[in-house]
């Protein structure tokens, strides 16, 4: 992956008005990704970080934040906030300068539950985030679910599983 094409959005649900996306009874099949390469990103909002590069062409702009809560413990809803940075992303995707290009949509969990658990519940945050972006007009064949669990987990307390929690957006080139 080109790192001038990395999209990495963190999304968090912590906020009151959070919605449940709903889930399919199977979840779509999911594919390993290996370790990205690394991503200079600025906070979008208290729950999403955005690549530079990526902010730039798409036109976006942010303040700066360096505090990011992300998904509640065992949680998969997105909040306004989220869904606000969503929208904007759709747009870039579907008729922005970005139109026609594939993002892989890879879940992550804290190391709290077992590694199937886990799995899954990455597994679920991504397809959330893949569903919105679906129902805002992103092409399904321009969107990869992944997880990744918690196998790059690297918290150790409440402060670090909150930063494990999230989902990563990687433009593909």
């Known amino acids: 992956m080109n790192p001038r094409y990395a999209l990495l959005i963190l999304i968090g649900c912590s906020h009151p008005q959070a919605v449940k996306a709903p889930l399919p ?53 997105l909040v306004q906030q989220d869904r606000d940075v969503l929208d904007r992303v759709a747009t870039c995707l579907t008729t922005g300068p970005l139109k026609g290009k594939k993002v892989t949509l890879v879940g992550r969990a804290d190391p709290r539950g077992t590694e199937e658990y886990n799995l899954g519940l990455g597994t679920r945050r991504a397809h959330t985030v893949g569903t919105y972006l679906e ?5 399904p064949q321009q969107l990869a679910e992944s997880t990744r669990g918690s196998t790059q987990a690297q918290g150790n307390d409440e402060a670090g599983w909150r930063t494990d929690r999230r989902v990563d957006l990687d433009l593909q080139d």
């Open 135 to 139: 129902h805002l007009g992103v092409a």
């Open 25 to 77: 009874a199977t979840p779509p099949p999911t594919e390993a990704v290996t370790s990205p390469a690394p991503v200079k990103e600025t906070a979008a909002s208290p729950n999403i970080a955005v690549s530079d590069d990526l902010a730039q062409k798409c036109k976006l702009s942010f303040e700066n934040v360096t505090a990011a809560p992300k998904f509640q413990y065992d949680d998969v809803q």
